[in-house]
């Protein structure tokens, strides 16, 4: 199917445990996006890719890490989760920079982590 | 810090009513602004902004984007159960095309 695509859509994992999130695109969208969202704060970025093996930090990177070895895939890794990386957690995918280009936002993982 | 604020953070309205929704930001490199409105699921986009003062209006839904004041609004008239949602403002940055939100206003929509 084409578009964004995230998974799992659901997750409960323990504090420590490393857990990843996959992010799909169908687009061929140079730039893509991870946010987490929650109450009282929004969404907030928290690692950008321009293109594959180009990423850069947002405004809350730590305890996450990601790759992009192929355009179409942006993973998201938790090396050791804790109960304040509990959220719901989206990727998102823009065709370019600048600022002529919406982003389109993937269905969501929530995470829980207990 | 870039910042983005919303108003109001929530809002009840009855079927039919006009609502504004207002969005000010303070940020450096500003380059465009943009709404989403998220149900229960992810944000889908509605409107980008670049220019002030020209309107963009889809249906019943129109926004516009005053730079000199750092504000936007969003109108939504004659409003449906179906407008119930959570309206996001968020400012792009830079050459990245990064984003920063707003937290958003809920409407509710009653009959």
């Known amino acids: 199917d084409a578009g964004i695509t995230q998974s799992p859509r659901y997750k409960i994992t323990e504090t420590g445990r490393q857990v990843t999130l996959m992010c799909h695109q169908t687009?061929?969208?140079?730039?893509m996006f991870w946010y987490r969202q929650d109450l009282g704060h929004g969404l907030r970025l928290i690692y950008y890719?321009?293109?594959?093996?180009?990423?850069d930090k947002g405004e809350v990177p730590d305890g996450y890490v990601v790759s992009r070895s192929k355009t179409e895939n942006f993973p998201l890794t938790l090396e050791s989760a804790t109960r304040s990386q509990t959220s719901v957690y989206f990727c998102?995918?823009?065709?370019?920079?600048?600022?002529?280009?919406?982003?389109?936002f993937g269905p969501g993982t929530r995470l829980t982590v207990t | 810090e870039d910042k983005v604020v919303q108003s109001p953070l929530s809002l009840v309205v009855h079927e039919g009513d006009t609502v504004t929704l207002n969005c000010s930001y303070e940020?450096?490199?500003?380059?465009?602004l943009l709404w989403y409105k998220q149900e229960k699921k992810a944000p889908t986009f509605l409107f980008m902004l670049?220019?002030?003062?020209i309107e963009k209006k889809s249906g019943r839904l129109s926004s516009i984007l005053d730079k000199k004041e750092l504000f936007s609004i969003l109108n939504i008239t004659a409003t449906q159960t179906g407008d119930s949602a959570i309206y996001l403002c968020?400012?792009?940055?830079?050459?990245?095309?990064?984003?920063?939100f707003g937290t958003g206003t809920r409407l509710q929509v009653t009959l």
């Open positions: 998102a995918s823009s065709y370019s920079g600048g600022e002529y280009y919406e982003q389109y």
């Open positions: 687009w061929s969208h140079s730039y």
């Open positions: 890719s321009a293109a594959a093996d180009i990423t």
């Open positions: 940020v450096t490199n500003f380059r465009s």
């Open positions: 670049t220019s002030s003062g």
């Open positions: 968020a400012v792009v940055t830079g050459t990245a095309s990064k984003l920063t």
